[in-house]
Nanobody, 124 residues
Framework: QVQLVESGGGLVQAGDSLRLSCAASGPTFSGYTMGWFRQAPGKEREFVAGITRSGGNTLYADSVKGRFTISRDGAKNTVYLQMNSLKPEDTAVYYC?????????????????WGQGTQVTVSS
């Protein structure tokens, strides 16, 4: 079982950047596909980005493509979400998730482990 702890959220202005981190503890971090999801007040949790076990393949939601970048560091057991050109509509709680099977999916139900979330607020 893997434990996930997110950090790096905060309050920023539109156009600013933030980097979220998700530290994983437990065995075989490299054995998990990793994803980032977000949930805004009153809305359902939505997929943001994902990265395969090897880091060789990534997938992004259309709303963040070209602005966000997901990456992973096996030596640090950490996955990152670099967020540039932030918009007020990016405001949400951001969650890190791990999936036992290789391959990124959009569906939150296919991820097995979740972090507690970190708040990102973008002011206009």
């Amino acid at each position: 079982q893997v434990q996930l702890v997110e950090s790096g959220g905060g309050l920023v202005q539109a156009g600013d950047s933030l980097r979220l981190s998700c530290a994983a503890s437990g065995p075989t971090f490299s054995g998990y596909t990793m994803g980032w999801f977000r949930q805004a007040p009153g809305k359902e949790r939505e997929f943001v980005a994902g990265i395969t076990r090897s880091g060789g393949n990534t997938l992004y939601a259309d709303s963040v493509k070209g602005r966000f970048t997901i990456s992973r560091d096996g030596a640090k057991n950490t996955v990152y979400l670099q967020m540039n050109s932030l918009k007020p509509e990016d405001t949400a709680v951001y969650y890190c998730a791990a999936r036992t099977y290789d391959g990124v999916t959009y569906y939150s139900g296919t991820y097995d482990y979740w972090g507690q979330g970190t708040q990102v607020t973008v002011s206009s």
